[in-house]
């Protein structure tokens, strides 16, 4: 099985998925074959070619199924064409542009708009992958009251993924992590397994 070095990576088919067809479960929607990426829209497919970013439609039936599984960008168009689909005339183009990228300043706002809290730009920490919030109370950070254990801190992916913990010294060593699989790995074992496809909630 022949594998292609692809204009548009996996990260860019899931942004792109997300933006279009919502951001649950977008990583879900998304498989990878040798030529193409296929998105599960709930009804028909969306095939992308790796080598341009062009994307169509497909049925569900097995002739359109052997453009979804190709083994070369070849094949791919050679069965494209027994589909009654032209490669040389896509629906549109995923272009192959960086993930979605969430900034320090996006969250402070997002915090404003739903949180009474002063202390805002103090709370948020950039962990390098994601962000963590503070939810301690404004009294605990003026130093007049002691730690909240119903106040557990907020991981903000730079995807816009958010997770809300509990509050326990054994997550610790979660939040030191260095990037989004370690963490969720610490996570778990800390007792605390969480959904990766599917956080808490996602920022507007």
């Given at each position: 099985m022949?594998?292609l070095?692809?204009?548009v ?10 933006r279009?067809?919502?951001p649950?479960?977008?990583?879900q929607?998304?498989?990878?074959y ?31 199924r ?18 009654g ?21 996006r ?5 404003a708009?739903?949180k009474?809290w002063?202390?805002?730009d103090?709370?948020?920490t950039?962990?390098?992958?994601a ?6 109370p ?7 009251c ?11 992916a730079?995807?816009?993924?958010v997770?809300?913990l ?5 997550t ?17 074992a ?15």
């Amino acid at each position: 099985m022949t594998t292609l070095a692809a204009v548009v990576t996996r990260e860019n088919v899931v942004a792109w998925a997300a933006r279009n067809y919502g951001p649950r479960h977008a990583e879900q929607r998304v498989s990878e074959y040798p030529a193409a990426f296929v998105i599960d829209t709930g009804g028909v497919a969306i095939v992308i070619r790796k080598l341009s970013g062009g994307y169509w439609q497909v049925g569900d039936d097995p002739v359109s199924r052997s453009v979804c599984v190709a083994e070369n960008d070849r094949a791919l168009r050679r069965a494209m064409k027994i589909a009654g689909l032209d490669p040389a005339r896509p629906r549109g183009t995923i272009g192959a542009e960086p993930p979605p990228h969430v900034s320090r300043e996006r969250v402070v706002s997002w915090l404003a708009a739903r949180k009474r809290w002063r202390h805002l730009d103090d709370r948020v920490t950039d962990l390098g992958w994601a962000y963590l919030v503070n939810t301690q109370p404004d009294d605990y950070l003026d130093g007049r009251c002691g730690l909240s254990h119903r106040a557990g801190p907020l991981v903000v992916a730079k995807n816009g993924a958010v997770w809300a913990l509990p509050w326990s010294p054994e997550t610790v060593p979660a939040l030191a992590a260095r990037d989004e699989p370690t963490f969720h790995r610490l996570m778990f074992a800390a007792g605390h397994r969480l959904n990766r496809n599917d956080p808490d909630e996602w920022l507007p």
